[in-house]
């Protein structure tokens, strides 16, 4: 469904000075869960306000640990991040919340509650954010209509298809007006009509409202034919940083994939031997 004309209503923000005009920044970021497991290594990056950017590389490749480092979900081991100026090592566990507001936030592991409507699933992300009522009921019908979601508000998730589901999703990431919006494989599930009709509504979206947009995906023939910013991962590395990708097989994630855990190995060996 078209959404031009759509301009969502606003909501106050917390982060008045601004470090620089990047909406994101990370330099030289780690994440180690444990001192031999590596998820990801010596991350620098910065993303401007209404990219769209797709994050890919094969399963483990730190793909959803990026996109949680930004949404506040866990923080890094080391190095610097910043999110529209804002330094988030800085925050304290209190500020965190208000932090994640920014974020619209699609994820396998945030999927819809099996026992709740449409409308009740999309509500509860205003709820999170203590939103008025009024302004609750606004949104929600708002943003149903947009996503071609309102003829289904009173339906439950085991009565929609997998499309509508993704929509569902998508309308809740929406609907609190973030500033940026983090997808986790939101076509993962979806036939390939269903995948590019949720990836061309996800466009709009950012053409027509500036939302900046960050998508991890191992669609290769998504990324391919979008032709759009893309960071490529492999063992928790950034081994490439590239506009209009295009992908033809995974031997090169393959071959990225085993250089950069031999040259890991390489330098262990060199850390011990000093």
Known sequence: MPIRGWQPPAISGIFICRRTMKEIELKSVNKFYKPDVVALEDISLSIDQGEFVFVTGRSGSGKSTILKLLCGQI???SGGMWVRGEDVSALTRRQLPYYRRQFGIM???LGLLKEQTVRQNIELAMRATEQPLRLTKKRVEQTM????IAHRADHFPRELSGGEAERVLLARALVTDPKILVLDE???NLDPSAAWDLMCLIDEI???VGLTVIVASHNR???SIMKKRVITLAAGAKVADEKNVIYHTTAGDIFDERRVLREREE???KRQSN
């Open 267 to 269: 330098r262990r060996k």
């Open 221 to 223: 023939e998504i990324v």
């Open 145 to 148: 209509r947009t996503m071609g």
């Open 107 to 109: 994820q396998s592991d």
């Open 75 to 77: 923080l890094p081991s």
């Open 206 to 208: 950012n053409r027509t």
């Open 186 to 188: 939101p076509t993962a």
